[in-house]
């Protein structure tokens, strides 16, 4: 007799959970009550013969423009040569209420995206340059910065050898991951931006 396919729906930025749909099979008892987001993936790969991650959709993007330097000052009446150093980290971001950044749930996430994409997914990436900001008499100036960014959208299945809430296979459904884009960990060139400055910035 077939295991009955349970799905648990992972919501978006929210912090409600969806619960699953548990039908009994014919000739065996009504499950319990289905468990949560939490409770499947901290079994994954922890109490689970089997947990993985099955890649559906890749999708890359242009991350925020993010300011990544504090302010350059020239208090002066002639330009201004002034070196700084950016930095910026992209981390690894999850649409489950549950953090699956660590430990089985991971593992599973990024065996299962190495398998589909042939590249490797980076837990947090940070990226730091030195820079030559020419600044304008009495103006302030910084740099902002635009990571490349991937988003992989998909399912944990969770094989256990016994049942558990009634049921041997479950399923997270809808789950989408973000990180830095492993074919363009540096991202967009930094971009200079520039005001005059105020009356206490001297």
């Known amino acids: 007799m077939s295991s009955l396919r ?3 729906a992972a919501v978006f930025g929210s912090a409600v959970v969806l619960a699953a749909a548990v039908v009994a099979t014919p000739g065996t008892a009504m499950a319990e009550e289905s468990p949560t987001v939490a ?3 901290e079994k ?3 109490g689970t013969d089997r947990c993985e991650f099955h890649v559906e959709s890749v999708d890359k993007y242009l991350g925020p423009e993010k300011r ?5 000052f020239n208090c002066t009446s002639v330009d201004q040569n002034i070196s700084k150093t950016w930095s910026d980290t992209t981390t690894t971001g999850t649409s489950t209420t549950q953090t699956i950044e660590f430990g089985g749930a991971f593992e599973a996430f990024t065996a299962g995206f190495s398998s589909a994409t042939g590249k490797t997914w980076e837990k947090s990436h940070t990226e730091s340059r030195t820079e030559s900001l020419w600044i304008a008499p009495r103006k302030k100036g910084w740099l902002t910065h635009r990571a490349h960014k991937v988003k992989a959208h998909g399912y944990y299945q969770l094989n256990f050898g016994e049942r558990f809430y009634g049921h041997y296979i479950w399923y997270v459904n809808d789950v989408t991951m973000t990180g830095v884009d492993p074919d363009n960990t540096y991202g ?5 931006r520039e005001r005059a ?3 206490g910035d001297c």
């Open 197 to 199: 400055m105020s009356s």
């Open 6 to 8: 349970n799905k648990v």
């Open 68 to 72: 990544v330097t504090s302010d350059a």
């Open 44 to 46: 994954c790969n922890n």
């Open 39 to 41: 409770q499947l993936l």
């Open 188 to 192: 967009e060139s930094p971009v200079f």
